[in-house]
């Protein structure tokens, strides 16, 4: 009996040391001086120094709302968003893709920003349409976008030069790319003509949209992969490898094409302006419109700043996106030349921001881009097609096979 | 005469007196053990234990986003049936752990029989050892990673060196696993050497001494002496290995890349958890690998306790 009640004594003596624990860490993530902090989260690093100056004018206006960055690399990004959410420890304000945001807003973890903005006038015309549009849900709009970008061709002018081969421009096609990728591929020296790489964006989906195909059908009840002018795109991309004019899908596991491409052993790349703060510091790279197929077509997207629905500080986290989403804020992107800014008008200082990269060749891409398509369950389906297509890269399974698989796995999901 | 009775008389009083003091002592000595391992306790029960009911309980539902879910029944284990990737992630992780628990353990006992002779610097050769215990896995793949690059790793430079093309160590499905073996083997060493010194210490002298008088050579008293003495630590140590081995997952994850081509040849029960869990967000599935990863483990730790009635001596 007695014994029971030395438990007892332990137990209950236990959960007050643990309680005693969980109240100083609340206390120590709440306000401090009259002050409220709020986190932002978001994945790239090469946009840390643009973010912290934008921080800085901030508080210059609001003195009293402190900012607190958090970066989680984008390899683990939306796992632990994910988790976040499902413990309802989201940063306040944080960055959201398209291919998220449909999930977030039905899950009801971020919230709608229309109300608030209506309230406070602030004009969501001063964006693109279509990324407002990528980011309204059910006729609200959950984020304000932040930047956008397109895909460019990205080649390296001495290995052109020394091969005597034009530089690429709008007159390119996709026989036009594999003959200069013949012609620059080079053996002995290790340098190969183009880099196929396994991705959507800036990859396989442009591909795909120049040959008439469709990623995900208007009623987004089935995907596109099957169809024959996906399988032929899928052909042509996987036909660099098989010629040798590219590296194996396991040779850019390896080491990332991005790194070849920069140390000069890839003449060409698709890539975006992401990497224009990586790209430009070797003065032999530069930038033209991606080829085209039997039309012109390159994909666009675009981020948001969310804000996350169990925020302890909403008026304080709307002040920080809207300020981020101001001209001011924009400017500063430009300035550092990391991303095309969203806010109109503002994408010229972003080109000249880089005088000796063509990043003219983005912004032309913007005129017939076609956005990435957007269900509940993209995450998955990005998810199915590395599974998937990295066989078909890497030629374990044919091209058909690989697109048979995957489509029959995407429709499931999609029918979730 | 009357002595006699009177001092039983009192030696029996001061028995009463004693044994009710030792059970208010025994009482007090309760009452401070338990408070001292409360902490633990709770712990333990709501980490891990509390974890245990509440996975066991999930791994017969299924999850929709932001945590809702719904009772599906046995769906979830009759997909572990048809799993052909599971198929695949067992038949990694076995040949892992068939490589790692028996080749790391040979050669931490040689290491630690080695290290506990009476060499020159032998302190900091144990050291240099143990390193890789107390480095980061994630730091320990990282750097692994590079050496092991195909193009610019530093392997492939030394076999470059004497005319090999060296393989692609972490790409090739063929490879890969075995790559990733060497590395956990090479990281484990420390650790279990460490054990096995504390056990070679344990070991009297006077056996040594005895083998020397009739003559044993260095061989003989290795395996008749060192090793049978020794059977009880190699015996924790492969318990507690083959458990290690059958959760592998931060070597794999931090060396081999997402769109790798090697992954389907290397990927562990547990990095097909976490795909589940994390990745595809569906945990009630991965419940279901987690509780047939425990179940695969209690059993072979059960067998392991009776076959070590066969080996295992306790002098």
Known sequence: MKKWIIMLVTVVLGLIGLSGCSDSDAASGGEKDGKAEITYGFWDKKQVPAIEEIIKLFNEK??????????????????????????????????????????????????????????????????????????????????????????????????????????????????????????????????????????????????????????????????????????????????????????????????AASELFSSGKI???????????????????????????????????????????????????????????????????????????????????????VPNLNLQAFIDGAEYSVPLPSVENTGEIWQYETDVLKKAWSEEISIEEAAEELTKKANEALSK | MKEVPLQTEVKSANRIKVSSLAKTRKRSDYFWAYLMIAPTMLGLFIFYLWPIVQNFYFSFTEWGAFGQYEWTGLDNYKRLLEDATL??????????????????????????????????????????????VITMPAAIAMVWKWLYNADYGMFNYLLSLVGIEGPQWVSDPNIALYSIIAVAIWSGIGYNMVIFLSGLQGIPKMYYEAAEIDGAGPVTVF?????????????????????????????????????????????????????????????????????????????????????????????
């Not at chain 2, 290995?241 to 389907?264: N, P």
């Not at chain 2, 599935?285 to 066969?310: D, E, H, P, R």
């Open chain 2, 87 to 132: 198929l695949q992630a067992f038949k990694n992780t076995s040949i892992y752990i068939i490589f790692t628990v028996p080749i790391g353990i040979f050669l931490s006992i040689i290491v630690a029989v080695l290290l506990n002779q009476n060499i020159k610097g032998k302190s900091i050769y144990r050291t240099l050892y143990f390193l890789p």
């Open chain 1, 267 to 353: 003449a060409m790349m698709f890539d975006g302006p992401w990497m224009v703060p990586e790209y430009k510091k070797n003065p032999d790279l530069d930038v033209a419109v991606v080829p085209q197929g039997k039309k012109r077509a390159v994909s666009i997207h675009g981020l948001s700043n969310v804000i996350s629905s169990n925020t302890k500080h909403k008026e304080e986290a709307w002040k920080f996106v809207q300020f981020l989403g101001s001209k001011e804020a924009a400017e500063v992107f430009a300035k550092t030349g990391t991303v095309i800014p969203a806010f109109n008008g503002t994408q010229d200082a972003w080109k000249e921001s």
């Open chain 2, 223 to 315: 395996f008749k002496i060192t090793l049978p003495l020794l059977s009880p630590v190699i015996f924790f140590v492969s318990i507690m290995s083959l458990i290690g081995a059958f959760q592998v997952f931060d070597l794999i994850f931090m060396m081999i890349g997402k769109s790798s081509t090697a992954l389907e040849s290397t990927q562990s029960i547990v990095y097909l958890f976490y795909q589940h869990a994390f990745v595809l967000n569906d945990k009630g599935y991965a419940a279901a690998i987690a509780v047939l990863l425990l179940a695969v483990i209690l059993i072979i730790t059960a067998i392991q306790m009776v076959l070590q009635k066969k080996w295992v001596h306790y002098d």
């Open chain 1, 62 to 255: 609001y003195p009293d709302i402190k900012v607190k960055t958090e970066i989680t690399p984008y390899g683990q990004y939306f796992q632990k968003l994910e988790t976040a959410a499902t413990g309802g420890a989201l940063p306040d304000v944080l960055w959201m893709n398209g291919a998220h945001v449909v999930q977030y807003a039905e899950g009801k973890v971020i919230l709608p920003l229309s109300e608030m903005a209506e309230k406070d006038d602030y004009s969501l015309d001063n964006y693109p349409e279509s990324l407002i549009d990528l980011y309204t849900v059910v006729g609200e709009v959950y984020g304000i976008p932040k930047d956008y970008d397109t895909t460019g061709l990205w080649y390296n002018k001495k290995i052109f030069d020394e091969a005597g081969v034009s530089y690429p421009d709008e007159t390119w096609d996709w026989k036009k790319l594999k003959e200069a990728a013949k012609q620059l591929t080079d053996k002995e020296k290790g340098i190969w003509g183009y880099a196929a790489l396994m991705g959507n964006q800036g990859g396989y989906y442009d591909f795909i949209w120049q040959n008439g195909g469709y990623i995900i059908s208007e009623d987004n009840k089935s995907v596109g992969f099957d169809q024959p002018e996906a399988i032929e795109a899928l052909e042509y991309n996987v036909s660099f490898i098989k010629e040798g004019l590219s590296p194996t899908q396991a040779q850019m596991t390896e080491t």
